[in-house]
C-alpha cells in the first residue's frame, strides 16, 4: 500500500478530478483543504471518492469551540470524508468533538517557519493529548525530520505520524521516512508539476526504497 498523500490544493473542479483520477495508483490517500472546498464545494469530497475509491482526508485544521467544531466535522464526514484534521491546541473538549463522529488527526506541530512561534513550544502537550485521546495520527513536519523523530518517540506505537512539507517547502520523502513517518503528503511538487502522474510516480518509487 502507497504511504504517499497527495494535497490536492486547487480550486477547480475539474482539475481536482484530473489530477485525482491520473495521480491515483500512487496514492494511498487525498487530502482535501479549504481551497478546493472553497473553490468547488463539498460535493468534491463525494466525487472524489467516487472517482479514484480512495480514502479522503479532510485537512479543515478545525479550531473551534466543541459545538463548532461538531457542527462542521458532522457534514463533512456525512460527504464522505474518511479522517478530519483538527487543531489541538484549543484543548482535548474541542479535539475529542471530533474524535466523537470520525477518524481524527491532530496536528502537533507544523511545517512552516512560523510554527516555531506558538505550535512548536506546547508540541511536548499536544503529543501528551494525542497519546492520551489515541487519535488516528498527527501531523508533523517533513520540513524538520529531527523534529519528526523526537515526536514519533514520544507517541504511542500505533498513533501513524503523517508529514506534509515534502517538496516545495523543501523536506525530502526519504529524510522524513527515515525518522520515522508513516505517511508523507505531497501538494505543489505533484499538481503544479508538468506531468503530475509521472512526479507522483516518482515520488512513490522513493517512499517504496524505504518501505
Ligand atoms: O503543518 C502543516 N503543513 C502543511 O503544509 C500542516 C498541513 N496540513 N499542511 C498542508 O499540507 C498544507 O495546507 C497543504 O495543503 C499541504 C502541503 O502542500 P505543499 O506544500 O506540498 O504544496
Not at 463522529?101 to 499536544?126: C, N, R, W, Y
Not at 512539507?165 to 508523507?184: F, N, P, R
Amino acid at each position: 500500500m502507497s504511504r504517499l498523500i497527495l494535497a490536492l490544493d486547487v480550486y477547480e473542479r475539474e482539475r481536482a478530478l484530473e489530477i485525482a483520477e491520473c495521480t491515483a495508483d500512487y496514492l494511498w490517500a487525498i487530502k482535501v483543504n479549504w481551497p478546493l472546498i472553497i473553490g468547488s464545494g463539498l460535493k468534491i469530497i463525494t466525487e472524489l471518492k467516487q472517482v479514484t475509491g480512495l480514502p479522503i482526508i479532510a485537512d479543515l485544521k478545525l479550531a473551534d469551540i466543541p459545538n463548532t467544531n461538531r457542527l462542521i466535522a458532522k457534514k463533512v464526514f456525512e460527504a464522505g470524508a474518511d479522517y478530519v484534521i483538527a487543531h489541538g491546541f484549543v484543548g482535548r473538549d474541542s479535539v475529542k468533538a471530533v474524535m466523537e463522529l470520525g477518524k481524527t488527526i491532530i496536528v502537533v506541530e507544523m511545517s512552516h517557519p512560523g510554527a516555531k512561534e506558538f505550535i512548536q513550544p506546547v508540541t511536548d502537550k499536544l503529543i501528551e493529548m494525542a497519546n492520551e485521546l489515541g487519535p488516528f495520527g498527527v501531523i508533523a513536519p517533513a520540513t524538520r525530520p529531527e523534529r519528526v523523530s523526537y515526536i514519533r518517540s514520544k507517541l504511542k506505537p500505533g498513533i501513524k505520524v503523517i508529514t506534509p512539507g515534502v517538496g516545495a517547502q523543501g523536506g525530502t520523502a526519504s529524510e522524513v521516512l527515515k525518522a520515522g513517518a508513516d505517511y508523507i503528503i505531497v501538494g505543489r511538487a505533484i499538481y503544479q508539476s508538468e506531468n503530475p502522474r509521472e512526479s507522483a510516480r516518482r515520488i512513490f518509487e522513493e517512499v517504496e526504497a524505504w518501505s
